[in-house]
Nanobody, 115 residues
Framework: QVQLVESGGGLVQPGGSLRLSCAAS????????VGWYRQAPGRQRELVAT???????NYADSVKGRFTISRDNAKNTVYLQMNSLKPEDTAVYYC?????????WGQGTQVTVSS
């Protein structure tokens, strides 16, 4: 069983930065695609960024140039560096680990961008 634990959310002013982390248990992290999704109130969950096992990151257009996803396979951890945050980035951010057999989700971490 894989468990994903997110951290790093919080309240930040517009233009500020946050770094989210997601630590995974188990031994399958290095072979999985990992990513971040977010869900704002009243909206569907949407992709923010993903990074495959050995490929290039993929970003939603709304975050390109502001967010950076990275992974450390030695630490079973995926990160999301968020810069130049905007109020519309406010949402619950979820970590995802994706395998051909199934997908795993973290419990989510709240990010609020407000002055």
């Amino acid at each position: 069983q894989v468990q994903l634990v997110e951290s790093g959310g919080g309240l930040v002013q517009p233009g500020g930065s946050l770094r989210l982390s997601c630590a995974a248990s188990g031994s399958i992290f290095s072979i999985a695609a990992v990513g971040w999704y977010r869900q704002a109130p009243g909206r569907q969950r949407e992709l923010v960024a993903t990074i495959p096992r050995g490929g290039r990151p993929n970003y939603a257009d709304s975050v390109k140039g502001r967010f950076t996803i990275s992974r450390d396979n030695a630490k079973n951890t995926v990160y999301l560096q968020m810069n130049s945050l905007k109020p519309e980035d406010t949402a619950v951010y979820y970590c995802n680990l994706d395998l051909p057999s199934r997908s795993y989700w973290g419990q989510g971490t709240q990010v609020t961008v407000s002055s």
